[in-house]
């Protein structure tokens, strides 16, 4: 997990972007029991990061922990796999989307 700063130096952007993204659902920032937010630093692979904004509509929330407990559980119709390693795999975006949507409900 990423501090805004750490998240910030690796996009090579501006701290005060990233938490704008956080506070905008447009990336998983989560605060930790000390309250500093976080941002787990897979998202920002491509195969992840291009469909955050996607998964969030389909999960029908602006949650980051609840789109993190998602990605982060095995889900039957991916075969067992957590969503996250889905995506990393190069499994088809849409298979994952609609684990979304199926999970949302």
Excluded at 16 to 25: G, I, K, P, Q, T
Excluded at 32 to 59: C, H, M, S, T, Y
Excluded at 82 to 99: D, F, K, M, Q
């Amino acid at each position: 997990m990423l501090t805004v700063d750490q998240a910030a130096k690796l996009l090579d952007v501006n701290p005060l972007d990233v938490l704008s993204w956080s506070r905008r659902s447009q990336c998983i920032g989560v605060v930790d029991a000390k309250g500093v937010l976080r941002l787990p630093k897979w998202q920002f692979q491509p195969e992840i990061w291009l469909v955050l904004e996607d998964l969030l509509e389909a999960l029908g929330t602006t949650d980051s922990w609840q789109l993190l407990s998602f990605l982060e559980s095995p889900a039957e119709s991916l075969a067992g796999l957590t969503p996250r390693t889905a995506l990393e795999r190069g499994l088809l975006t849409g298979r994952v989307l609609a684990a979304a949507v199926t999970h949302a409900h």
